[in-house]
């Protein structure tokens, strides 16, 4: 009798930690199957842990986060770190501030370069079009032929590894709108940990509105579909969208906290998360909260925010033999998580439907505007995110607009009555006409 007492307590001991596991897990799941999760590597079993830091650290990371000169915030960073106690529960944090300091120092070096006049690949490319898309592969999958297939830009393609070396950007045009593509330079094995200039563009790719992830049909592309998640994955980017988001918005002394919950909080009450935030020295944000966040997911975002960028993946040489095989593969792993693409930059099969899924990927919409005393609407929509309202229009074509906003006049097929008068929250669709009258 009590040695089944005994048995079932130690049941239930193990029952819980097991399910605890998958309770600090889960947020990181994205609505994956647990098990193409562990294949793509995207994260390991230390991770995610709580970070308990003195409040000397944590004094010290506001320093960090109020400071804008980059050797000045390298300098605290160091700081920072011989402040924090070394063990498992902060193991991650250190990489991800250590990380964040190897980027500071190429910054820093590229900018001793640009002044010096040693030159070095420029790897801001300023955003054009309805949205910047980054093209990320492992070398020679054909990035650059895709560029040269569908795009104007000038690009050297060729079958020795590391050809581009720094990005280049073309303009894919999909009916009246244009899509910019940036070829990023190679990803490979290690690039989320400094390797080349992995940690620049891994910064490209987190600036960027959507990521096209290219694979090589005639390799194995569920390797390098792991390969580039999970380069991603360790710098925090995420191509599906989290169960939890936390994006921290930093203002001017004096505005304030701001704390929005867009979803739900977890583990945690509002007053925890802006004491929180204030231990940390947040004191004057906006702090949002999508979907279903704990505590620690909060505290994360103090240090780095996870990205969430839409993301296709352009399968490349479908022409080539074997390739077939290899996209039913690819398609079994991925499981119908993002959309895929068969092309081939060569014949150009497949290629004209690009344009369209990032379009229907990125979830725009075209808005076309017409002047109240014009008779045609202009030739050149506005591109804007689906659920804007007329409002979002009106600010996006001008602030003043926004502010002496009177009402706006739309036709859709949609509505009943086509003009139809509406207010600023009216909600577009794409395709819609609108007319805006100020005061
Ligand atoms: N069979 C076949 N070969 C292709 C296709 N697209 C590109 N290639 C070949 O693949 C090789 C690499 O092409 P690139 O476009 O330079 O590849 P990349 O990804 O830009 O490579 P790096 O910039 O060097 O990392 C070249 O020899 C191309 O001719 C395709 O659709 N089919
Ligand atoms: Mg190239």
Request: glycine letters at 8%; proline letters at 5%; one cysteine or more.
């Amino acid at each position: 009798m009590i040695l089944s007492g005994i048995l079932l307590f130690f049941f239930f001991i193990f029952a819980f930690s097991f399910l605890s596991r998958f309770s600090v897990y889960y947020p990181y799941l994205f609505e994956m199957d647990i098990s193409v999760g562990f294949e793509l590597g995207f994260w390991e079993a230390d991770e995610f842990m709580p970070a308990i830091l003195p409040a000397e650290a944590k004094r010290k990371w506001a320093e960090v986060s109020a400071a804008r000169n980059p050797r000045e915030k390298l300098q605290l960073m160091q700081e920072f770190l011989s402040l924090v106690p070394k063990h498992k529960g902060t193991a991650k944090l250190c990489a991800q501030v250590k990380k964040q300091m190897a980027v500071l120092r190429r910054e820093i070096e590229e900018g001793k370069r640009r002044k010096t006049g040693r030159g070095g690949p420029k790897f801001f490319i300023e955003k054009e079009g309805a949205a910047q898309i980054v093209v990320l592969g492992l070398t020679n999958v054909g990035k650059s032929s895709l560029l040269a297939a569908v795009t104007n830009a000038k690009v050297e393609v060729s079958p020795m590894p590391y050809t581009t070396k720094e990005p280049v950007p073309g303009m894919l045009p999909c009916g009246d709108i244009q899509f910019q593509l940036v070829e990023a330079p190679a990803l490979m094995e290690g690039a989320a940990d400094g390797k080349a200039w992995g940690l620049q563009t891994l910064a490209l790719a987190r600036n960027a509105d959507g990521l096209m992830l290219m694979v090589d049909l005639t390799q194995n592309p569920c390797r390098q579909l792991s390969t580039i998640m999970g380069e991603l994955e360790k710098t925090r980017i995420l191509v599906s969208m989290p169960k939890a988001r936390v994006e921290i918005e930093r203002k001017f002394i004096g505005a304030g906290l701001r704390i929005i919950v867009f979803g739900r909080l977890l583990d945690c009450t509002f007053k925890d998360v802006e004491e929180l935030l204030k231990s940390y020295r947040v004191t004057d944000a906006i702090v949002k909260i999508y979907g279903e966040a704990t505590l620690d997911e909060v505290e994360d975002a103090i240090f780095e925010s996870t990205a969430y960028k839409p993301a296709i993946i352009v399968a490349n040489k479908i022409d080539a033999e074997g390739a077939e095989a290899n996209l039913k593969l690819l398609e079994a792993y991925v499981g119908g998580q993002l959309p895929i693409i068969a092309v081939s930059c060569r014949t150009g099969q497949g290629v004209e439907k690009i344009g369209e899924t990032l379009f229907k990927t990125l979830d725009l919409i075209r808005v076309y505007t017409k002047e109240p005393n014009e008779k045609d609407f202009s030739k050149k929509p506005f591109v804007l995110k689906k659920g804007s309202t007329v409002y979002d229009l009106a600010k996006s074509i001008h602030s003043d607009f926004s502010e002496n906003f009177a009402y706006a006049r739309v036709w859709a097929k949609r509505l009943v009555f086509s003009p139809q008068k509406v207010g600023a929250t009216f909600p577009l669709e794409d395709g819609d006409i609108v007319e805006i009258h100020t005061k």
